[in-house]
């Protein structure tokens, strides 16, 4: 089974320049959501769907966009790259709601702007 | 609002040792989840345990425990015998249904385990 696919693994960007997280699972799940990974911050909610056309902010939304429209893929752009957002992103999925937290996680990519 | 607070950053302890991580939480709600991940040096995400609110029951799973007290917020987990394998980053984390099951962790301990 591949579980949960992200790509790219690695991305360098310029300051300014927009681009898109890829994501995908192949396990039916109703919940997903991307995570930032920094030293010492833990991981950080960016973004979460409950289901397909249903997204909501986390706790670091800002200069992030997402969105559902199938129940396999949710992508997550970012609109201008900043320096700010050099970080290792995961993504994240789970059977249902009521079930969220048994976190089926991608690799991660690892994003640095420059 | 809801809050993990991992006080440890980093541990390191000798091979066969017993080492404990702390994880104290805060939420309002009275149905909440609580998890243990961990992330070994290759960098994936492993899902160890999860508790609800209703269940203070400790757990013991092989060398892994699993101490949950709601009177002080606590859910510490418990590795007994520890082995170089141990060495990850562990992270705590939180859920509850009135958040709309948003999963919030904390900043994570680093277990650092020497031959």
């Known amino acids: 089974n591949a579980g949960v696919t992200q790509t790219p693994k690695f991305q360098v960007l310029k300051t300014g320049q927009s681009m898109t997280l890829q994501c995908a699972q192949d396990?039916?799940?109703?919940?997903m959501s991307w995570y930032r990974q920094d030293p010492g911050m833990g991981l950080r909610l960016i973004h979460y769907s409950v289901g397909a056309g249903i997204t909501d902010q986390g706790e670091v939304p800002n200069g992030y966009n997402v969105s559902r429209s199938t129940t396999e893929d949710f992508p997550l752009r970012l609109l201008s790259a900043a320096p700010s957002q050099t970080s290792v992103y995961f993504c994240?999925?789970?059977?249902?709601?009521?079930?969220?937290?048994?976190?089926?996680f991608g690799e991660g990519s690892r994003l640095t702007v420059l | 609002a809801q809050k993990v607070t991992q006080a440890q950053t980093e541990i390191s302890v000798v091979e066969k040792e017993d080492v404990t991580l702390d994880c104290v939480y805060e939420t309002r709600d009275t149905t909440y989840y609580l998890f243990w991940y961990k992330q070994p040096p290759s960098g994936e995400l492993v899902f160890l345990i999860r508790?609800?609110?209703?269940?203070?029951q400790n757990e013991i799973s092989g060398r892994y425990s699993w101490n949950f007290q709601k009177s002080t917020s606590s859910f510490n987990f418990t590795i007994t015998a520890s082995q170089v394998v141990d060495s990850a980053v562990y992270f705590c984390?939180?859920?509850?249904?009135?958040?709309?099951?948003?999963?919030?962790f904390g900043q994570g301990t680093e277990l650092s385990v020497k031959p």
């Open positions: 508790r609800n609110s209703f269940d203070e």
């Open positions: 994240a999925s789970s059977y249902s709601v009521r079930r969220t937290g048994e976190l089926f």
């Open positions: 984390a939180l859920s509850s249904r009135n958040q709309g099951g948003k999963l919030i």
């Open positions: 396990m039916n799940h109703e919940y």
